[in-house]
């Protein structure tokens, strides 16, 4: 359903069991920069009415995510740790060249937070079926769906506002491949992405 080209291996549940502090600091400010990335659509592009409609609740939604996350931090004695670099989403942002129409911009935009939340959907599927900390195994069961909802929905646009939806469609399978191919050299940390 998801489309990615290069599955995460599930040994990175294994990475990530072994310091779940590190992957819910980490997966806490993927939240955060979800509800950023939902802000600056909006600033960026205030004339697409229903884009600004939807962003707006999303921006509602992933602070609620954010906060969900940071209250599990609390919750385990811990406090939330500085933000890390995000390697993953550096390399995918390479992928389109900058410059070009606003259109492009636009739908280059949406088809970047398609992916990251197609793939944060697949990793908490991994987490849901294979962490053994049932209480997080079933946090990101819920998280799952709200993930896969986001993804088809930037996807969605990207088609909507995108004036060839054959030309929009062909950059989605490129962004994939590209994708994969960064996939290769990632999975080995207990970040989200990474």
């Not at 310091?19 to 980490?26: F, G, K, P």
């Not at 550096?90 to 949406?110: D, Q």
């Not at 506002?161 to 050299?185: C, F, P, T």
Request: hydrophobic share 40%; proline share 2%.
């Amino acid at each position: 359903m998801l489309g990615l080209k290069l599955p995460t291996d599930p040994r990175w549940v294994n990475i990530v069991e072994k310091n779940i502090e590190e992957i819910l600091t980490d997966h806490a400010y993927c939240e955060q920069k979800a509800a950023s990335t939902a802000i600056s659509l909006i600033v960026s592009f205030p004339e697409y009415t229903e884009l600004v409609q939807a962003m707006t609740a999303l921006v509602k939604e992933e602070i609620s995510h954010f906060k969900m996350v940071h209250d599990r931090i609390i919750a385990r004695g811990w406090v939330l740790g500085r933000e890390r670099k995000d390697l993953y989403v550096v390399e995918l942002m390479k992928f389109f060249p900058k410059g070009g129409s606003r259109e492009n911009h636009l739908v280059h935009r949406l088809l970047y937070a398609a992916l990251i939340e197609a793939r944060s959907c697949e990793r908490f599927r991994l987490l849901s079926e294979n962490i053994q900390d049932r209480e997080l195994a079933e946090f990101y069961r819920n998280l799952m769906t709200s993930e896969a909802n986001h993804y088809t929905m930037f996807l969605s646009f990207a088609r909507q506002y995108g004036s060839n939806r054959e030309v929009v469609d062909r950059k989605w399978q490129e962004l994939l491949e590209y994708e994969a191919e960064i996939m290769k050299n990632l999975g080995r940390k207990e970040t989200m992405h990474g």
